[in-house]
C-alpha cells in the first residue's frame, strides 16, 4: 500500500512541477506591486484617520494597521499557492510577502513626508516622537520602513505556516 501512495505522490509531485515550468514565465511583480499599493493606501489611510481624530497616540490602535497588511498578504499568498509546487512554494512566498511589505511602507514614507508637507503635526509619530524638521522626518520614514517590513515578514511567515501543503496521512502500523 506505501508504495502505491509513493507512486501517487511521486506522480503528483511531477505534475505540479510540470504546471510549475509552464507558469514560470508567469510574473508576480505587477502583483506585488497592486497589491503593496493597496495595503500602504488601507494603512496609510487609517494611520491619517487617526491622526485627525487626534488618538495617534494609542499604540494598540497604530497595530490594528497591521490587520490590513495580514489580509491582503493571506489573499495575495493563497492566490499564490496555485501556481507554485510545494517544493518551491514557501520562498516564493517569503519574496512575495518582502516585496509587498517593502511597497506598503514605500507607501506609508511618501504619505507622511506629503502630510509634513502639509502640517508637521499631521505626520505619523513613533513612540512619541515627533517630526518637527526634515531630517527627523527621515529618521521617523526608516523606522516605519523598518517596522513594517518585520511585520509584514512575521506576517507572511504567519500566513505561509497556515498555508503550507498537508503532507498526505501516513498509513498507521497495525
Do not use: H
Request: hydrophobic fraction near 50%.
Amino acid at each position: 500500500m506505501s508504495t502505491i501512495s509513493e507512486e501517487l505522490r511521486t506522480k503528483r509531485d511531477a505534475s505540479l512541477q510540470e504546471e510549475y515550468e509552464e507558469n514560470k514565465q508567469f510574473s508576480y511583480l505587477p502583483v506585488i506591486i497592486r497589491n503593496g499599493l493597496i495595503a500602504g493606501a488601507l494603512m496609510g489611510t487609517y494611520l491619517t484617520l487617526l491622526q485627525f481624530a487626534n488618538i495617534e497616540n494609542s499604540i494598540w490602535l497604530k497595530f490594528v494597521k497591521y490587520l490590513f497588511l495580514m489580509m491582503v498578504l493571506g489573499i495575495v499568498l493563497k492566490n499564490a499557492k496555485n501556481y507554485y509546487p510545494p517544493i518551491s512554494y514557501f520562498r516564493q512566498g517569503l519574496k512575495i510577502g518582502a516585496g509587498i511589505s517593502v511597497i506598503a511602507a514605500s507607501v506609508l514614507m511618501v504619505l507622511n513626508i506629503i502630510l509634513f508637507s502639509f502640517n508637521a503635526d499631521l505626520s505619523f509619530n513613533k513612540f512619541s516622537l515627533e517630526a518637527q524638521n526634515i531630517g527627523q522626518l527621515m529618521i521617523l520614514d526608516v523606522t516605519i520602513l523598518f517596522e513594517v517590513f518585520v511585520y509584514g515578514m512575521i506576517l507572511t511567515f504567519i500566513c505561509l505556516q497556515f498555508l503550507k501543503y498537508q503532507n498526505p496521512k501516513a498509513e498507521k502500523p497495525l
